[in-house]
């Protein structure tokens, strides 16, 4: 269920206007305050692209087979780590990323866009509004 609740995060914090989202097995290891400063040129999601090799595209996690799939994404497009985002609240309220979650998991109801997880819909709720800049690649070795 928690990993549902990241899809409504502006609801949640109706007075933030920016806010990191940090799954539970990232270590922060320095300061962060600067990603405040960071120029997300009206996207909704800055985050660290993680597209090393084929398991990162989102050919892996969709089914290119269904028409909609087909028809709104790139199969070759690339994945972000999911578990580390830098969200500006103000524009996914102006974009209307949380009407699109249930909008495409209400389509998924069988599973025959994705299998079962929130990484697919994710990936296609902020498939147009993520910066996939965020320079701390640095996070992702283990």
């Not at 819909?121 to 509004?129: N, R």
């Not at 996939?132 to 992702?140: F, R, V």
């Amino acid at each position: 269920m928690l990993h549902h609740v990241r899809f409504y995060l502006p609801e949640m914090y109706t007075k933030l206007h920016r806010i990191l989202f940090l799954d539970d097995d990232i270590v922060v290891q320095r300061d962060l305050t600067g990603l405040w400063d960071i120029d997300m040129d009206g996207k909704v999601n800055d985050a660290v692209e993680t597209c090393f090799g084929l398991f990162h595209r989102y050919a892996q996690c969709k089914n290119f087979s269904h028409p909609l799939i087909k028809e709104n994404f790139s199969p070759k497009a690339c994945a972000w780590a999911y578990g580390m985002n830098f969200f500006d609240l103000d524009a996914w309220r102006r974009e209307k990323c949380t009407e699109q979650y249930p909008y495409w998991q209400t389509l998924n109801e069988n599973p025959t866009l994705w299998k079962l997880g929130t990484l697919p819909p994710g990936l296609i709720t902020f498939y147009s509004t993520t910066r996939k800049e965020l320079a701390l690649p640095e996070c992702l070795i283990d």
